[in-house]
C-alpha cells in the first residue's frame, strides 16, 4: 500500500484543487449578468431557428475526424508494441502485421475518399 500513497496524495491534491477553485470562482466571481452572458456562445453569430445549408456539414469534416482516429489508434497500440519487441517474438510481428494492415486499409479509404488533400 505505500508504493500508492504518493498516487493517493496527488488525487486528492488534484480534486480539492479542482473543487476550491469551482468553490472560490462561485465565491469572488462577477454577478453582473445580461441577457448576453445567459446565452450559448455562438461565436458572435446570433442563433437562428433554421441552420443554413440544410443542417449539413461537409465530408471534410468527418473525414478529418476518421484521419485523426485512424492515426490515433495506430500509435496506441504500435508504442507498447515497440517498447515489447525482443519479449513477443514472431506471434507480436504476426499480430502487429495484420494490425498495420487493418490501418492500412482505413487509410487508404481515407486517402480515396481525398480526406488528404488540404485545400
Same mark, same amino acid.
Given at each position: 500500500? +505505500?508504493?500508492?500513497?504518493?498516487?493517493?496524495?496527488? %488525487?486528492?491534491?488534484?480534486?480539492? $484543487?479542482?473543487?476550491?477553485?469551482?468553490?472560490?470562482?462561485?465565491?469572488?466571481?462577477?454577478?453582473?449578468? +445580461?441577457?448576453?452572458?445567459?446565452?450559448? *456562445?455562438?461565436?458572435?453569430? @446570433? !442563433?437562428?431557428?433554421?441552420?443554413?445549408?440544410?443542417? &449539413?456539414? !461537409?465530408?471534410? $469534416?468527418?473525414?478529418?475526424?476518421?484521419?485523426?482516429?485512424?492515426?490515433?489508434? @495506430?500509435?496506441?497500440?504500435?508504442? !507498447?508494441?515497440?517498447?515489447? $519487441?525482443?519479449?513477443?517474438?514472431? $506471434? %507480436?510481428?504476426?499480430?502487429?502485421?495484420?494490425?498495420?494492415?487493418?490501418?492500412?486499409?482505413?487509410?487508404? *479509404? @481515407?486517402? &480515396? &475518399?481525398?480526406?488528404?488533400?488540404?485545400?
Amino acid at each position: 500500500m +505505500n508504493a500508492y500513497l504518493p498516487v493517493l496524495v496527488l %488525487g486528492a491534491v488534484a480534486a480539492a $484543487f479542482a473543487v476550491v477553485s469551482v468553490i472560490l470562482a462561485s465565491v469572488i466571481g462577477p454577478r453582473r449578468y +445580461n441577457r448576453a452572458k445567459l446565452e450559448a *456562445y455562438e461565436c458572435g453569430i @446570433e !442563433p437562428s431557428a433554421q441552420v443554413s445549408g440544410g443542417g &449539413r456539414f !461537409p465530408v471534410k $469534416f468527418y473525414l478529418t475526424a476518421m484521419l485523426f482516429i485512424i492515426f490515433d489508434i @495506430e500509435i496506441v497500440f504500435l508504442y !507498447p508494441w515497440a517498447v515489447h $519487441f525482443d519479449s513477443l517474438g514472431l $506471434f %507480436g510481428l504476426a499480430a502487429m502485421g495484420l494490425f498495420v494492415v487493418n490501418v492500412s486499409v482505413a487509410y487508404a *479509404y @481515407e486517402w &480515396r &475518399r481525398g480526406g488528404l488533400g488540404w485545400d
